[in-house]
């Protein structure tokens, strides 16, 4: 990238949340019937969700020219799967982890392996606590995959007190506590709670009492669910390139339609607007237990430093990397705090933003778990940026892209490929808008 974009005025729409696809997916196997999904995300994550559950003897019907999905479900525990199977998670953690949620009665043990970067991240967080649910996983001293899980006949519900912020170890656990008889108890900090709406719009047996910093959940076992029809809306993770881009640009507006807008997920406007943006939500609406609605937002001249407050980490978890690049441009220090989570994504992402940041020289302190940012509203880049080794994580590619975009410089950005998992019209999208690249190898998209 050797040019900055230039104003514009635009309508977009960004491609499907993927935390709703996969549960969507996964929820559906669960149903007795066929589930109807249309506008799915059509992204490699969804894809090894899909061939999962096919490995597993359910009825998957894709199409992928037109986004639509339908899953024929055999009800609760309704694999039906040849002995030693692989599942293969490839890069997706939200898809290794609560697919064991799904397996806890597995009577053959299932190997389950994922890529580089996935194969890297904790696992322990799964093994614990389904564990405690009698669940049996080999080699009984990883704590990282590839692992095999198999099942008990001996379940029994369990209390767990999820003190990560994690959306992911809730959701397995809720999925487990599903198929286990009695009442399965998850004292969770706050985090994304999509797999409560569609439990709680399918009638499942699932009791959420909200405290202020933690929900105490309840879920006993299910005897059947109904099949679920989902229109699944844009996701604000993809929307948030854009919602910076915007910001960062001079003279534009754009008008993102059809975003999920769950409270548990929108820190980001929360932070940018402390910031001094004026991002507003517009044509609110609900959906099947969700918050849908079209984001407005244009450039902004002056921005302001944050002492992000803590409460705003797992309903952001996913936006920091292009948050930094908003405080790298804002007047003054942000300090953003409580992120060791963020240091086990799909790359050490705290350790990947100060690197990018500093190469692009702003002053930067981070420690283990927070990061401190020098903020130069006249930042202008003109040397030469290289992008590389970040073990092909699709948001460290797309936050250096919107860098590239918006502060000048000459940048080569490796591993393009990286956006199939979660949003592959990231770059036609960005074309939309008037960005121009120089490929030094071929787009296949
Ligand atoms: C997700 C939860 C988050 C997030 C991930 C998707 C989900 O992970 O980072 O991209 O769909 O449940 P954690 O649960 O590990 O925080």
């Not at 656990?173 to 719009?201: C, D, Q, V, W």
């Not at 952001?316 to 405080?327: M, Q, S």
């Not at 240091?343 to 778990?369: T, W």
Request: aromatic share 8%.
């Amino acid at each position: 990238i050797n040019k900055n974009i230039k104003n514009y005025n635009k309508v977009i729409y960004v491609s499907s949340d993927k935390s709703i696809s996969i549960r969507w997916a996964l929820i559906a196997s669960q149903a007795i019937g066929t589930s109807k999904a249309t506008n799915l995300l059509i992204s490699e994550d969804v894809l090894s969700t899909l061939s999962c559950l096919k490995k597993l003897g359910i009825k998957v019907i894709l199409n992928r020219k037109q986004n639509k999905c339908k899953i024929v479900g055999n009800g609760i525990n309704g694999f039906n799967y040849k002995k030693k199977i692989i599942l293969n998670a490839k890069n997706s953690g939200t898809l290794a982890r609560l697919i064991c949620g799904l397996l806890v009665k597995s009577k053959n043990s299932i190997k389950i392996i994922g890529d580089k970067s996935l194969s890297r991240r904790d696992f322990s967080r799964v093994i614990k606590p389904l564990s405690q649910f009698g669940v049996n996983f080999y080699p009984k001293t990883k704590k990282n995959l590839p692992i095999k899980i198999k099942g008990t006949n001996f379940l029994r519900p369990i209390q767990f007190v999820e003190k990560k912020g994690s959306a992911q170890v809730k959701s397995l656990l809720i999925l487990a506590g599903m198929i286990a008889p009695g009442t399965t108890t998850i004292y969770a900090k706050k985090s994304r709670n999509h797999t409560e709406n569609f439990l709680k719009y399918l009638k499942v047996p699932i009791n959420v009492s909200k405290k202020k910093h933690y929900d105490i959940i309840k879920i006993s076992q299910t005897d059947r669910i109904n099949p679920i029809n989902y229109k699944i809306p844009g996701d604000i993770s993809s929307a948030a390139f854009f919602i910076v881009l915007t910001i960062l640009s001079k003279n534009s507006k754009l008008l993102i339609k059809d975003v999920l807008t769950n409270p548990t997920r929108i820190g980001i406007i929360k932070i940018l607007n402390k910031m001094g943006a004026k991002i507003i939500l517009k044509n609110k609406r609900s959906y099947k237990g969700e918050m849908i609605a079209d984001i407005f937002v244009k450039s902004c001249k002056l921005l302001n430093g944050i002492n992000c407050p803590k409460k705003y980490n797992t309903s952001a978890i996913d936006e920091f990397l292009i948050i930094f690049l908003v405080a790298a441009k804002a007047k003054g220090c942000s300090h953003f705090k409580g992120l060791s989570e963020l240091n086990k994504k799909e790359s050490p992402r705290l350790e990947m933003a100060s690197k990018i940041l500093k190469m692009m020289g702003v002053k930067v302190f981070k420690n283990k778990d927070s990061i401190k940012i020098y903020g130069n509203p006249n930042l202008k880049l003109i040397n030469d940026y290289e992008i590389k080794n970040f073990y092909k994580d699709h948001r460290v590619f797309m936050m250096s892209v919107i860098a590239g975009l918006c502060f000048g410089g000459n940048w080569k950005i490796h591993d393009k490929d990286s956006i199939k998992t979660s949003f592959p019209k990231f770059i036609n999208l960005t074309k939309v808008l008037g960005a121009k690249y120089c490929w030094l190898t071929k787009l296949k998209i």
